[in-house]
């Protein structure tokens, strides 16, 4: 038996999200059905992190454990041949038997575009989300300034999330803007369901003046979900890297996205 690393891209907006159901609709039922045919047996992967329907990656990692003995070549290219083309493996690696896809994982990234524009997205529609009001650069820097840090989001948490403990550590939350797009850049030990969308939402009701930047943090001190703005579109979101210990020997995300407008 041996256990294989992929690391892979996908368009989120053909599938219901990563994790396989019973419809076979996910990103996990298509990959899964790919492996198993090259493996020639059943197989089983395991991501480094659930991606939401509508939500893309540009860098996720899996892992699944085989007896078939392949190339490399084989696991990227030959999969490929078998996936539809809005998920593409990038590469493979053999790693050993400790090395798991989510547990192994350091640090977690997420990329959110976001165009600001009266009209919205038409060639980009489903890859960048859309705010048609103007928004200021400075009060949502100034806002997310109140987010890094070891925090209890639950502010920021989706009712139906099963993670055990609404604490994180968002160790970076970056924003930058390219002409009439956002970029939003987030980095942490690990999220929250709907974390990043419903940061993403209040940072737009600070950046159109709805609320001050200090609102951020009375979110973070209140705790309540029920507080903060709507959950934003999925349609920008991006899973844009993994982060390992340098010993797994794992190719680095080099996959950089970003529209001008």
Same mark, same amino acid.
């Given at each position: 038996?041996?256990?294989?690393?992929?690391?892979?891209?996908?368009?989120?907006?053909?599938?219901?999200?990563?994790?396989?159901?019973?419809?076979?609709?996910?990103?996990?039922?298509?990959?899964?059905?790919?492996?198993?045919?090259?493996?020639?047996?059943?197989?089983?992967?395991?991501?480094?992190?659930?991606?939401?329907?509508? @939500?893309?990656?540009?860098?996720?990692?899996?892992?699944?454990?085989?007896?078939?003995?392949?190339?490399?070549?084989?696991?990227?290219?030959?999969?490929?041949?078998?996936?539809?083309?809005? /998920?593409?493996?990038?590469?493979?690696?053999? @790693?050993?038997?400790?090395?798991?896809?989510?547990?192994?994982?350091?640090?977690?990234?997420?990329?959110?575009?976001?165009?600001?524009?009266?009209?919205?997205?038409?060639?980009?529609?489903?890859?960048?989300?859309?705010?048609?009001?103007?928004?200021?650069?400075?009060?949502?820097?100034?806002?997310?300034?109140?987010?890094?840090?070891?925090?209890?989001?639950?502010? %920021?948490?989706?009712?139906?999330?099963?993670?055990?403990?609404?604490?994180?550590?968002?160790?970076?939350?970056?924003?930058?803007?390219?002409?009439?797009?956002?970029?939003?850049?987030?980095?942490?030990?690990?999220?929250?369901?709907?974390?990043?969308?419903?940061?993403?939402?209040?940072? /737009?009701? /600070?950046?159109?003046?709805?609320?001050?930047?200090?609102?951020?943090?009375?979110?973070?001190?209140?705790?309540?979900?029920?507080?903060?703005?709507?959950?934003?579109?999925?349609?920008?979101?991006? %899973?844009?890297? @993994?982060?390992?210990?340098?010993?797994?020997?794992?190719?680095?995300?080099?996959?950089?996205?970003?529209?001008?407008?």
């Amino acid at each position: 038996m041996v256990r294989i690393a992929l690391g892979l891209e996908y368009d989120g907006s053909h599938f219901c999200g990563w994790q396989s159901q019973s419809s076979a609709c996910g990103v996990q039922d298509a990959l899964e059905r790919a492996l198993s045919e090259i493996a020639g047996e059943s197989v089983r992967v395991h991501a480094a992190g659930r991606t939401d329907t509508g @939500v893309h990656a540009l860098s996720q990692v899996i892992h699944f454990d085989t007896t078939a003995t392949r190339p490399e070549s084989a696991w990227v290219r030959g999969t490929n041949a078998l996936l539809p083309h809005s /998920v593409s493996v990038l590469w493979a690696r053999q @790693v050993g038997d400790d090395f798991h896809a989510r547990f192994s994982a350091q640090e977690r990234r997420y990329r959110y575009l976001l165009l600001n524009h009266p009209i919205r997205p038409g060639l980009f529609s489903g890859k960048i989300g859309w705010f048609h009001v103007p928004l200021d650069l400075e009060l949502m820097r100034q806002g997310a300034a109140f987010l890094v840090g070891e925090h209890d989001f639950s502010a %920021f948490r989706a009712s139906g999330c099963q993670a055990r403990s609404p604490v994180k550590n968002l160790r970076e939350l970056a924003i930058a803007r390219e002409g009439d797009t956002y970029i939003f850049d987030l980095a942490a030990n690990g999220f929250l369901h709907h974390m990043v969308r419903n940061i993403v939402g209040c940072l /737009v009701y /600070v950046g159109k003046k709805r609320y001050p930047p200090e609102w951020i943090g009375e979110l973070l001190a209140r705790a309540d979900r029920t507080h903060a703005a709507p959950t934003f579109a999925p349609d920008g979101l991006y %899973f844009s890297g @993994v982060s390992y210990d340098p010993k797994w020997n794992l190719p680095s995300p080099s996959r950089v996205l970003s529209f001008e407008f």
